[in-house]
């Protein structure tokens, strides 16, 4: 429900303006440097020099510049034994992951307009990106190919920070993810609901929750290429009826209302969170990149056309809906697109709308769960879960894994998710604050290992591209609720208890513990990570 705060708003609108502008100035031209290393050149020169040499794969030493146009090898170029795997994920099928696990579609992102307006709505999708998503993804790029594996962001952090800290990382990670992919099932029964009235409440309710996720799940069981493709499917089965609502609307749009704006009038809270909500998670696609074809190209090219189709997905309808119709704030709440839909072209284009919402939610979650369970295989290869996590099926998919998200989902999809929802906020963000440190903390400490994609700039552009993002951070923590804070801290807390357990656990051989012998030694020899 929308919230008017007129009495006390004046002053906080100027700050957070001021703010943003200060953000978007910091961060505009060092992207515009930046953003060309989304492409990653055709030929990248992976050499290693060694007290004047040059290592080469599988020959000696010899000295640098008679390297004769030999085969070079760079930091974790370990041939992988899945190498050559068949099931690895090409460029097509990651791009839709990663698209599914920031967005999925504009659906969830009317609240903007709702807060504070169309205008700040527009320049919200556009900014925001700037300021959010482009050093999210560019961060994910350098160290998902620098550590090809599937721990993702938990080995960044334990390279960097030491296995405590890792272990943490997987933890709030993991929940936070977990968290929000409970809310998927129930969403696509919430978008089907109007059309199908039994499946609002009761028992035929929690027979859809309970079938639907058995179903996603088995499909994530069946094998990662199968779900990257069916990503592919959905994508384009949720993107097209907003073209064609496009289409429709062009004899409607009236450009003046995209000008509409009352900066005395904004729900901050409502818009940041939002914003937030629909642009982050550009690093989980990290737990899967063990699972990539040729990582080191693949994903900062998956990476780079992921964010332009996250942010026309989100523009282009934001545009359409708030040029073709006469603005009502209240209004525009979650599902407000397939009203907005039925206006301009009619009952199918709401009817449509709805099933692409619902299959959005499908998307999201196969997408989500992949990254979860990944992640925890990631972290029994490094020994920070026991060894039973990193059994595969015969698909090769992480069965264990998955059946500890499923269960995780299933347990949460019977709660309320208002304050949880902020709670999982609150989680990322303290990941992300471990990101951003590690990512700084590698530079220094590995200065000249070798990178596949890497972000120009030294130690001190890491650190600028760091700083928009952890005031933002800041400015999102700073509207949280007490109660949100405390839930998120005692969530903290469990990780902090339960790393030491699992460390006894294993001291006392109560459950097997082993790490990968195909993962370079990143905690006792950081000569491992050159060759």
């Known amino acids: 429900m929308y919230v008017s705060r007129k009495t006390d708003c004046c002053w906080r609108t100027k700050c957070l303006l001021i703010i943003f502008i200060s953000i978007s100035a910091l961060n505009f031209l060092q992207i515009l440097n930046l953003f060309k290393t989304f492409i990653p050149s055709s030929r990248t020169d992976s050499r290693i020099k060694i007290h004047g040499f040059?290592?080469?794969?599988?020959?000696?030493?010899i000295?640098?510049?008679?390297?004769?146009?030999?085969?070079?090898?760079?930091?974790?170029?370990?041939?992988?034994p899945r190498a050559n795997d068949p099931r690895k994920l090409s460029l097509l099928p990651l791009v839709f992951l990663i698209f599914y696990e920031v967005a999925g579609g504009p659906f969830g992102v009317e609240d903007t307009v709702q807060a504070a307006g169309p205008l700040l709505a527009l320049v919200g999708f556009l900014v925001f990106p700037i300021i959010w998503s482009v050093p999210e993804a560019l961060?994910?790029?350098?160290?998902?190919?620098?550590?090809?594996?599937?721990?993702?962001?938990?080995?960044?952090?334990?390279?960097?920070?030491?296995?405590?800290?890792?272990?943490?990382?997987?933890?709030?990670?993991?929940?936070?993810?977990?968290i929000d992919n409970a809310l998927y099932p129930v969403l696509f029964l919430d978008y089907l609901k109007s059309g199908i009235p039994a499946l609002g409440g009761g028992l035929p309710r929690v027979i859809a929750v309970l079938g639907i996720t058995l179903v996603l799940t088995y499909m994530n069981y069946r094998?990662?290429?199968?779900?990257?493709?069916?990503?592919?499917?959905?994508?384009?089965?949720?993107?097209?009826?907003?073209?064609?609502?496009?289409?429709?609307?062009?004899?409607?749009?009236?450009?003046?209302?995209?000008?509409?704006?009352?900066?005395?009038?904004?729900?901050?809270?409502?818009?940041?969170?939002?914003?937030f909500w629909n642009l982050n998670y550009w690093d989980s696609i990290s737990t899967l990149v063990g699972e990539v074809h040729n990582p080191k190209k693949t994903l900062p090219k998956a990476l780079f056309y992921a964010v332009?189709?996250?942010?026309?997905?989100?523009?282009?309808?934001?545009?359409?809906?708030t040029g073709a119709v006469p603005l009502e704030r209240d209004l525009w709440t979650d599902g407000y697109f397939s009203d907005i839909a039925k206006i301009l072209g009619g009952v199918w284009l709401r009817w449509w709308i709805q099933g692409a919402a619902a299959l959005s939610n499908m998307g999201t979650f196969v997408a989500e769960m992949s990254s979860d369970s990944f992640q925890l295989l990631g972290m029994a290869e490094r020994g920070m879960l026991p060894e039973f996590f990193a059994k595969r099926s015969r698909y090769g998919t992480p069965l264990v894994g998955i059946l500890f998200s499923a269960s995780g989902v299933i347990l949460l999809s019977w709660m309320s998710f208002q304050e949880i929802v902020a709670a999982e906020n609150f989680l990322y963000c303290f990941g992300m604050?471990?990101?951003?440190?590690?990512?700084?903390?590698?530079?220094?400490?590995?200065?000249?290992?070798?990178r596949p994609f890497k972000i120009p700039g030294g130690t001190v552009g890491a650190i600028l591209l760091c700083i928009p993002p952890t005031i933002l951070i800041g400015v999102v923590l700073a509207f949280s609720s007490v109660k949100v804070m405390i839930i998120s801290l005692a969530a903290v807390a469990i990780g902090l208890v339960m790393q030491p357990c699992l460390k006894r656990i294993e001291k006392n051989r109560w459950?097997?513990?082993?790490?990968?012998?195909?993962?370079?030694?990143?905690?006792?020899?950081?000569?491992?990570?050159?060759?």
Do not use: C
């Open 54 to 61: 040059i290592k080469v794969r599988g020959e000696a030493t």
């Open 308 to 321: 332009i189709l996250v942010v026309l997905s989100y523009f282009f309808p934001l545009l359409v809906g």
């Open 433 to 450: 604050i471990l990101e951003f440190i590690a990512f700084v903390r590698l530079r220094i400490k590995l200065p000249n290992a070798s």
């Open 511 to 531: 459950l097997k513990f082993s790490i990968s012998s195909d993962l370079p030694d990143i905690h006792h020899d950081t000569g491992a990570l050159l060759h």
């Open 223 to 275: 094998g990662l290429t199968i779900v990257g493709w069916v990503a592919v499917m959905l994508g384009i089965l949720s993107i097209l009826p907003f073209v064609v609502m496009g289409f429709i609307s062009i004899p409607k749009l009236r450009p003046a209302r995209w000008l509409v704006a009352d900066v005395h009038n904004v729900d901050w809270n409502l818009y940041l969170n939002t914003l």
């Open 139 to 178: 961060i994910t790029a350098e160290l998902g190919t620098m550590f090809p594996e599937n721990s993702g962001y938990v080995v960044w952090v334990s390279s960097a920070l030491g296995p405590f800290w890792g272990f943490q990382q997987g933890w709030v990670k993991w929940l936070s993810g977990v």
């Open 63 to 80: 000295p640098m510049g008679n390297y004769n146009d030999a085969e070079y090898i760079g930091i974790n170029e370990v041939v992988s």
